[in-house]
T-cell receptor
């Protein structure tokens, strides 16, 4: 298993600004992912954070809007850039500790409100 | 990846056994069935996975018939704290990601 923390836990931001969300894991992990979950909805995968290389983005998500860093095996950041109210959502980080991608451990999430 | 279909919501009462069925008609040989649980205001939690027949752990049991076109998550003697959204996923061995469906919102009443 893995213990994951995210900062901030929540934030209220103004339109046009950017927010960087941090994800810290208590052990080295093989893979890290970023998801978005809008209120009452399911989770949507934004990207896979690759250590030492560019993230792999899913359809509909681009690096300019959601730049991701993963400088080592325990830490990653997701930036939500040039925010609009449509970006209001919960952003979740998850990791795998084995090679099985279907066994992921999730952080508590960051609740973002854009006004 | 095989598409999954599960009820949008279910209601039950404390002490009852709850069975949530997921349909995955197009499941392939290399696909595994995985269930997650998400409590309000928390991230999802992996609870169980299986390939065929029956798997049981401290949280739930997973029943998979021989044709593997469906699976049933069984929660014995539920309590109010089992109120959550339950997601059924099909993961292909070697795939680099998982896709969450719409999930089943389970409400437990006293």
């Amino acid at each position: 298993s893995a213990v994951i923390s995210q900062k901030p836990s929540r934030d209220i931001c103004q339109r046009g600004t950017s927010l960087t969300i941090q994800c810290q894991v208590d052990s080295q992990v093989t893979m890290m992912f970023w998801y978005r979950q809008q209120p009452g909805q399911s989770l949507t995968l934004i990207a896979t954070a690759n250590q030492g290389s560019e993230a792999t983005y899913e359809s509909g998500f681009v690096i300019d809007k959601f730049p991701i860093s993963r400088p080592n095996l325990t830490f990653s950041t997701l930036t939500v850039s040039n925010m609009s109210p449509e970006d209001s959502s919960i952003y979740l980080c998850s990791v795998t500790t084995s090679g099985r991608v279907n066994e992921q451990y999730f952080g508590p999430g960051t609740r973002l409100t854009v006004t | 990846l095989a598409k999954t279909t599960q009820p949008i919501s279910m209601d039950s009462y404390e002490g009852q056994e709850v069975n949530i069925t997921c349909s995955h008609n197009n499941i392939a040989t290399n696909d595994y069935i995985t269930w997650y649980q998400q409590f309000p205001s928390q991230g999802p939690r992996f609870i169980i996975q299986g390939y065929k027949t029956k798997v049981t752990n401290e949280v739930a049991s997973l029943f998979i018939p021989a044709d593997r076109k469906s699976s049933t998550l069984s929660l014995p003697r539920v309590s109010l704290s089992d109120t959550a959204v339950y997601y059924c996923l099909v993961w292909r061995r070697g795939a680099s990601k998982i896709i969450f469906g719409s999930g089943t919102r389970l409400s437990i009443r006293p």
